[in-house]
């Protein structure tokens, strides 16, 4: 299903409420599209503009419902060294997505969520102020400036 939603021309929000009812189904259904998020982001080089949007979007609603677990976060890591330029557009559709459907304050406050911390450290890297600072000009760049106040605050420190 994800990657024949790859290969249609624009997303249709049909397969994501269809993902969305699997998911809400069986829990094997939602592990099974946890590893196909996995998946598609180590092969992400790989794929094409269209087809990084539409799998992106198809993610992030499953998201943004809670029909897959916000821990699929913790495989991307937001560096200038760990990320491509395909993998970067994949995160931009995927964020602004999920900025779109759930409003930026919503999602801050999910991604700022103490109990899911550990989910959301590959994507505010604090290791090094280099990996920080990249991740915060990644995310005001692509307008969602509003996910980077608590790494603002850990950058000033």
């Known amino acids: 299903m994800v990657t024949s939603r790859g290969q249609e ?33 180590a092969v992400i080089h790989r794929l094409e503009t269209n087809k990084l949007r539409n799998i992106a979007s198809l993610f992030s609603h499953l998201l943004a419902t809670d029909a897959l677990s916000w821990s699929v976060m913790e495989c991307m890591r937001i560096t200038e060294e760990d990320t491509t330029s395909a993998s970067r557009i994949f995160i931009k559709y995927l964020f602004q997505e999920l900025s779109s459907t759930m409003g930026v304050l919503k999602l801050a406050a999910r991604m700022n969520d103490p109990a899911a911390q ?19 000009n990644f995310f005001t760049s692509i307008g969602l400036g509003g996910l980077t106040d608590s790494m603002r605050a850990h950058y000033a420190e």
């Open 9 to 41: 021309r624009t997303y249709k929000r049909f397969f994501g409420l269809l993902a969305q009812r699997f998911c809400y189904l069986k829990r094997e259904y939602a592990e099974n599209f946890d590893q196909c998020f996995r998946n598609q982001y």
């Open 118 to 136: 550990g989910w959301y450290d590959n994507v505010f890297p604090k290791d090094t102020q280099a990996n920080l600072r990249f991740a915060i």
